[in-house]
């Protein structure tokens, strides 16, 4: 699966194009749920629904050149809101963590 990083502010070098690791997808999805038990031995639940908001998206690839790598780092210390591109849609989120490693680089967004 391909995904695309791309600074929302203008960055001639802010854009990352991603190949993940067969096996890898987007995480999970949950709703925002709470279960309550009741004095009468039954249960409560309150259910508000769905949002994007609540995910982290991490994205696990194959290191491709230092050049690469030196993007996804700039993008972690210079951006404060990229754009991921994906299958799904596209997604405005925090860059929140990048790990490089020769076994596959970590790359992390908070979704908003």
């Not at 067969?22 to 009741?38: A, D, F, V, W, Y």
């Not at 860059?95 to 970590?106: K, S």
């Amino acid at each position: 699966m391909r995904v695309e990083v791309v600074a929302k502010l203008f960055d001639p070098f802010g854009h990352l194009v991603i190949r993940l690791l067969p096996g890898q997808n987007l995480g999970s999805i949950e709703r925002r749920t709470e279960k309550s038990r009741t004095l009468d031995g039954g249960v409560v639940v309150n259910d508000r629904g769905f949002t994007h908001g609540d995910r982290t998206i991490e994205l696990v690839y194959k290191p491709i050149s230092d050049a690469h790598d030196a993007t996804a780092k700039r993008l972690v210390e210079n951006h404060p809101r990229v754009l991921l591109g994906t299958h799904e849609g596209v997604f405005e989120g925090v860059p929140r963590r990048f790990e490089p490693a020769p076994e596959g680089n970590r790359f992390r967004i908070e979704i908003i």
